[in-house]
């Protein structure tokens, strides 16, 4: 995690496959985790690397002193 203005949070993995919004069912045990990122986050984005890939959401920060 990275904290700044804004806090940004990667997670990698070792797959060079695109990241994509799915629609899980309800019976499904995978496929909500992209889905909430990008619902929660301001924004996100995926970056390959040479070992795979990273995917990072960024989410704003209340200004200093703000209650």
Request: glycine share 10%; charged share 25%.
């Given at each position: 995690m990275l904290r700044s203005r804004t806090l940004i949070c990667e997670v990698a993995d070792g797959s060079q496959t695109t990241p994509r919004i799915r629609r899980a069912a309800e019976t499904d045990e995978g496929g909500r985790g992209l889905q909430l990122v990008a619902a929660?986050?301001?924004?996100?984005?995926?970056?390959?690397?040479?070992?795979?890939?990273?995917?990072?959401?960024?989410?704003a920060l209340p200004a200093p002193g703000a209650a």
């Open positions: 929660l986050s301001q924004r996100w984005g995926t970056r390959f690397t040479a070992d795979g890939k990273c995917i990072w959401a960024e989410q």
